[in-house]
């Protein structure tokens, strides 16, 4: 996904998505990893 990495949870839902994920689960890490890799190569996208 391209972009800020921004959620307006509030819209959808009464629970923090955050709650849904545990803290010590690997989709955590990797989602900063993705994240940092695509703002990387966000010249190439524009």
């Keep these: 996904m391209r972009g800020a990495d921004g959620y307006n949870e509030s819209l ?3 629970v923090r998505l955050e709650s849904f994920v ?9 989602r900063q990893w993705v994240n940092d890799a695509l703002a990387q190569m966000d010249a190439r996208f524009s």
């Design 22 to 30: 545990p803290a010590d689960h690997p989709l955590r890490p990797i």
């Design 12 to 14: 959808f839902t009464t």
